[in-house]
């Protein structure tokens, strides 16, 4: 598999006595290679001569260091926590932290799901980095040697204070009782920082494929990366909150040299980024694809925000072998948008529809969420009304729509709000009202939202259940039996996943500092009350 690679970068020769690393993704080497953000953070750490590093993948590696001493995580999916602890065990490290000695390995983690809430899987950490790796690798690296020959915990200490490292083991939380809710989050004495800041790199030079390969779930793409974080801002949506400000590539720095590296070695490019098109020179990058050289590239675009969808955006798909579009609604109520802050009417909708029939594409997927907080029946009526109205007004444009459950996620003003139940109920009214118009209508595993939201809303008392899920397999009666096991010890899975929280309650991220202070979620929170009609403030 390595072989067929094609690198965009030259590693360099390792120094003498470089530091032997461990850079891991914990799943298959197809799923891995097509994370973007593991490739570059691999491409920098092989770019430090410091640093001696070796990928590992569930189902393959490069050759390995019977001493690691960095042994690091990058983690984009909630349930590969279950092959991170399959792989400490293959490598004979503790599961635990605190049962780790001088001789084991620092393990290091960090990718969207540890930013976001590290708390489940604090236990099972040394090390979780907290934003944006082009500010914390060289960081992290520089802080390592100035310790190197130091005890785990001298080394801990220090790294501890590096902005944006966060070191578990160093914080104390306590609870009013074994199962109720957090009392206190403190560091273990005064010289740890109280609060762990998430770090934001602000150039404009945004990240690029470093490999193409044929193995890769995508297979052969070159990935440059648009825009990072979205400046819209729905009330729910972590992709936006957590990684603010709204930052982009430059055109002329970052992302034509970039492309045209890339596509040295491909003829596939895909854009990425969470609102791909509202990067202020998307038209001009258009423009640019749009050269004779390109009419063979095959264009991927991640997303596209609705009222963004023109004839010519259409066109340009088309040409560049792309069939359909993908845009996020979230619901076809217009009121329920304003709740969620949506800037996005349902006529808005329909009209990129018909922009993206008459530009010649022949598919449009939706998605859409059940169970939004203050979401009425009225409001799921109104998203079968939608695709009606979209049927009729793009006849022959096949139209499909994907609906997950929301789930709340830290560092949003809906981390407050539990998951409604109803939502299951919900997901199967659309099913059978969409189905017999002809509308594909794909809905997430209801079941899958609940494991999801446990984990987005976890504390560290879940380290020990989620050792035991594991061996019961990934379903959510094996969680459900784990909390049976363990009642008494942590609060029941209703607390964490199903119950609005008081806005006053100790949240378990409440130590680490994301983009927006707690008083400006709460306030976008009361905006969303504002709008809304049957949640209670
Ligand atoms: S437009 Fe999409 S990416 Fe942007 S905040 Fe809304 S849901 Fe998130």
Redesign the pocket.
């Known amino acids: 598999m390595f072989s067929a690679e094609r690198l965009l970068f030259q590693p360099v020769i390792p120094a003498a006595n470089a530091i032997p690393v461990i850079f891991a993704f914990p799943n298959e080497y197809s799923v891995g290679i097509t994370s973007l953000g593991y490739q570059v953070v691999w491409a920098t750490l092989a770019s430090h001569p410091a640093l001696n590093v070796s990928r590992l993948f569930t189902d393959q590696s490069e050759p390995l260091p019977a001493h690691p001493e960095l042994f690091g995580f990058s983690v984009s999916w909630e349930l590969d926590y279950v092959n991170i602890l399959g792989l400490l065990e293959r490598f004979e490290i503790p599961l635990r932290a605190s049962d780790r000695q001088d001789s084991h390995p620092l393990i290091f983690g960090g990718g969207p799901v540890l930013t976001a809430n590290p708390e489940p899987f604090a236990d099972f950490f040394d090390i979780v980095l907290l934003g944006d790796g082009e500010l914390l690798l060289p960081e992290l690296i520089t802080a390592y040697q100035a310790v190197r020959g130091a005890s785990r915990i001298e080394k801990l200490r220090h790294l501890a204070q590096v902005p944006g490292i966060y070191v578990p083991s160093l914080y104390h939380v306590s609870y009013d009782v074994p199962d109720g809710a957090i009392a206190i989050i403190e560091p273990i004495d005064a010289s740890i920082p109280t609060q762990v800041e998430k770090q934001t790199y602000r150039g404009n030079v945004l990240s690029a494929s470093t490999v193409v390969t044929e193995h890769a779930a995508w297979e052969n793409i070159f990935m440059v990366e648009v825009v990072r974080s979205?400046?819209?801002?729905?009330r729910?949506?972590l992709?936006?909150y957590l990684t603010l400000p709204f930052r982009t590539a430059s055109l002329e720095q970052s992302l034509i040299p970039a492309i045209e590296k890339g596509l040295t070695v491909t003829r596939r490019l895909g854009l990425l980024g969470?609102?791909v098109t509202q990067h202020p020179e998307f038209e001009t990058l258009l423009n640019y694809l749009d050269q004779p050289k390109y009419d063979d590239v095959r264009l991927s675009i991640a997303?596209v925000?609705t009222n963004t969808v023109t004839e010519k955006l259409a066109r340009t798909l088309v040409k560049h072998d792309t069939r359909s579009i993908t845009i996020?609604v979230?619901s076809g109520s217009d009121r329920l948008r304003r709740v969620i802050n949506?800037k996005l009417t349902t006529a808005e909708v329909i009209e990129a529809a018909v922009q993206a029939k008459a530009g010649g594409l022949s598919a449009m997927k939706l998605y859409g969420m059940a169970g939004i907080p203050d979401e009425t029946p009225e409001d799921m009526e109104a998203t079968v009304q939608m695709m009606q109205d979209l049927k009729k007004a793009a006849p022959g444009l096949r139209l499909s729509l994907g609906c997950s459950t929301f789930v709340p996620k830290a560092h949003t003003p809906f981390q407050w709000f539990g998951v409604n139940p109803e939502a299951e109920k919900r997901l199967k009214y659309l099913q059978k009202h969409l189905r017999p118009i002809g509308v594909d209508f794909r809905p997430e595993s209801y079941n899958w939202s609940v494991i999801q939201a446990l984990i987005s809303r976890g504390d560290r008392r879940l380290a020990p259940l989620l050792e035991k899920v594991r061996h019961y397999g990934d379903t959510l009666g094996s969680y459900r039996r784990a909390f049976k096991e363990m009642r008494g010890q942590l609060p029941p899975l209703e607390y964490y996943v199903h119950e609005s929280w008081v806005l006053d309650q100790v949240l378990p991220w409440d130590h680490l500092r994301g983009p927006l202070p707690k008083t400006t979620l709460l306030k976008h929170r009361a905006d969303a009350l504002k709008q809304g009609q049957a949640i209670a403030v």
Do not use: G, L, N, Q
């Not at 979205?230 to 729905?234: A, G, N, Q, T, Y």
């Open positions: 979205c400046p819209e801002m729905c729910f949506c992709a936006s969470a609102s997303s925000r996020a979230e949506k």
